[in-house]
C-alpha cells in the first residue's frame, strides 16, 4: 500500500520551455503532497508543501511564479517548472501523505524526476 | 526548529557484518522520527518509524532503530548487512505546521557493502 507514481522519471528539455511533473497517490487520498529538489550527493530540500483545494505554501527562496504547483484532487498533485534554465535542472522528488488521518503521518514517495535543461 | 545531524557521511562495511547509523535530533517536544533509503536516482522508501510507546522499532528489511530521549538520538541499526542495502539512508523528524506534516531530513549517510 501507499504507492505514489511521479511522471515523467527522467525528460530533457531546451532552456526556456516549461515542463509538467506529475505526482499520483495510487491507492490512498493524499491531502498533502510535498515537493522537494535534491542536488546530487545532498539532502532533500523542500520547495513547497500543498493542501488538496489550497494555494501551495512555498518554502523560503523557492519561486512560486517558477515552480507552480496545483493540488486539485486527492490523488494528483502537479508541478510545473516555468521558463526552465540550465540552473533549474536537479531531481525532483514529490511525496505524499494522509493528514486526515492525525498525528504526523509519514510521506510517501515517488521515485523522482530527472529534470535537463539544455 | 527542528534539525537533523547524521554525524556520518559515508559508511563501509563488509557483507555480513552489523551496521549502525546514526541519527541525532533536535526538536522542543515528542519528536516522530523517521528512517528512509535512497538508491540511486530513485526516491525515498520508509523503512520505519517512531511515534510513541516501545522505544525499539522494528522496520522492514531486517531493520531497526532505537529512540533515545537522553541522547536525543534514533541510531538505525542492522544484525547483519546484505550487498543489497547498498543505497544512501536519511533520517528525518517530522512536525505538524499549519500547512500539515512537515519533515526535516539529515545529509544522509551514503552506505557501502564489501563483498
Known amino acids: 500500500g501507499a504507492v505514489v507514481s511521479q511522471h515523467p522519471s527522467w525528460v530533457i528539455c531546451k532552456s526556456g520551455t516549461s515542463v509538467k511533473i506529475e505526482c499520483r497517490s495510487l491507492?490512498?487520498?493524499?491531502?498533502?503532497m510535498f515537493w522537494y529538489r535534491q542536488f546530487p550527493k545532498q539532502s532533500l530540500m523542500l520547495m513547497a508543501t500543498?493542501?488538496?483545494?489550497?494555494?501551495?505554501?512555498?518554502e523560503q527562496g523557492v519561486e512560486k511564479d517558477k515552480f507552480l504547483i496545483n493540488h486539485a484532487s486527492l490523488t494528483l498533485s502537479t508541478l510545473t517548472v516555468t521558463s526552465a534554465h540550465p540552473e533549474d535542472s536537479s531531481f525532483y522528488i514529490c511525496?505524499?501523505?494522509?493528514?486526515?488521518?492525525?498525528?504526523?503521518?509519514?510521506?510517501?514517495f515517488g521515485d523522482g524526476t530527472r529534470l535537463s535543461i539544455l | 526548529a527542528q534539525s537533523v545531524t547524521q554525524p556520518d557521511i559515508h559508511i563501509t562495511v563488509s557483507e555480513g557484518a552489523s551496521l549502525e547509523l546514526r541519527c541525532n535530533y533536535s526538536?522542543?517536544?515528542?519528536?516522530?522520527l523517521f528512517w528512509y533509503v535512497q538508491s540511486p536516482g530513485q526516491g525515498l522508501q520508509l523503512l520505519l518509524k517512531?511515534?510513541?510507546?516501545?522505544?525499539l522499532v522494528q522496520g522492514i528489511k531486517g531493520f531497526e532503530a532505537e529512540f533515545k530521549r537522553s541522547q536525543s538520538s534514533f541510531n538505525l541499526r542492522k544484525p547483519s548487512v546484505h550487498w543489497s542495502d547498498a543505497a544512501e539512508y536519511f533520517c528525518?523528524?517530522?512536525?505538524?505546521?499549519?500547512?500539515?506534516?512537515?519533515?526535516?531530513f539529515g545529509t544522509g549517510t551514503q552506505l557501502k557493502v564489501e563483498l
Open positions: 528525518a523528524v517530522g512536525a505538524i505546521t499549519g500547512g500539515g506534516n512537515k519533515l526535516t
Open positions: 491507492d490512498f487520498q493524499a491531502t498533502t
Open positions: 517512531y511515534f510513541s510507546g516501545d522505544t
Open positions: 511525496s505524499a501523505s494522509d493528514s486526515r488521518v492525525g498525528g504526523v503521518q509519514p510521506q510517501h
Open positions: 526538536y522542543g517536544a515528542t519528536p516522530y
Open positions: 500543498s493542501n488538496e483545494g489550497s494555494k501551495a505554501t512555498y
